[in-house]
């Protein structure tokens, strides 16, 4: 089946040299193009169509900054992504703006159309995959907190529960690898970092992100679970919000971070 064509709002002057070599490439490159004004009542108008915004900024005014700042706080609290085409007379104060540094690429004229279109092509697939609903694999020996987990969870995650490290072993050696393990630390058969280590040591599954599950908080039992270098670590007394929280920026650094570094 065909896939949607994905939108790139652009903001900018209309009718400009460089509005329409970027229409003309990214179109071509199979995006969208969305042209508005600079200003918030039209970016919020259409932030809903899309997840990244291009935005050309040949000067900066107070204007400016308040877009700046409006387009940040998108990044922040929504996970859009903005990426900034700037003149050289213009670059120095633009990286100045605090705002600046959510930008997920910073451009400067004279543009090479085809790196630009690889970028956005890039981040639009982490978009996608950030998007996807993902399957979570949860061990523990309790089965009465895999039934919270997945009551709490299966609206946003594909969520796999099984009892103990053998089990999880084998649903691992069976099945397609889950996009995150969520991994009780102490367990009577194979304890979690018995199971971390058989899946660190397999060329198959080494890459599978594990978090430890942990019922203790004290500093001592922390530190020893920090010491095995697992993805992260949760506390089974977390609330919900505060769960669903945690593996939002999980996913977010994992995906953006990794895939833009």
């Known amino acids: 089946m065909k896939q949607p064509m994905r939108t790139i709002v652009y903001i900018g002057q209309e009718k400009h040299i460089v509005t329409q070599a970027v229409e003309n490439r990214l179109t071509e490159a199979g995006f969208r193009v969305l042209a508005i004004p600079s200003d918030i009542?039209?970016?919020n108008k259409n932030r809903h169509c899309t997840d990244i915004f291009l935005c050309y900024l040949d000067y900066t005014s107070t204007k400016t900054e308040i877009v700046m700042h409006y387009l940040a706080d998108l990044c922040r609290d929504e996970y859009k992504s903005m990426c900034l085409i700037v003149d050289n007379a213009t670059r120095a104060q633009v990286r100045k703006m605090e705002s600046a540094q959510w930008a997920a690429h910073i451009y400067v004229r004279p543009l090479d159309m085809n790196?630009?279109?690889?970028?956005?092509?890039?981040?639009?697939?982490?978009?996608?995959?950030?998007?996807?609903?993902?399957?979570?694999?949860?061990?523990?020996?309790?089965?009465?907190?895999l039934m919270i987990m997945d009551y709490w969870m299966n609206k946003y995650y594909n969520i796999v529960g099984v009892n103990s490290?053998?089990?999880?072993?084998?649903?691992?050696?069976h099945h397609r690898a889950p996009d995150l393990i969520l991994l009780d630390y102490e367990m009577p058969d194979l304890d979690g970092y018995d199971v971390m280590q058989w899946l660190h040591g397999t060329p198959q599954t080494a890459d599978i992100p594990i978090i430890f599950l942990t019922g203790?908080?004290?500093?001592?039992?922390?530190?020893?679970?920090?010491?095995?270098?697992?993805?992260?670590?949760?506390?089974?007394?977390?609330?919900?919000?505060?769960?669903?929280?945690?593996?939002?920026?999980?996913?977010?650094?994992?995906?953006?971070?990794?895939?833009?570094?």
């Open 115 to 145: 790196d630009v279109a690889d970028d956005l092509t890039e981040l639009a697939d982490a978009h996608d995959e950030f998007r996807r609903k993902k399957t979570l694999l949860v061990v523990d020996d309790d089965s009465d907190f």
């Open 41 to 43: 009542d039209e970016i």
């Open 165 to 173: 490290g053998v089990e999880a072993v084998t649903y691992i050696q």
């Open 216 to 261: 203790v908080n004290d500093r001592e039992s922390v530190m020893r679970i920090v010491k095995h270098k697992p993805d992260g670590y949760l506390l089974k007394s977390a609330r919900k919000s505060e769960l669903l929280d945690a593996l939002e920026r999980f996913f977010v650094m994992n995906i953006f971070h990794k895939r833009m570094a």
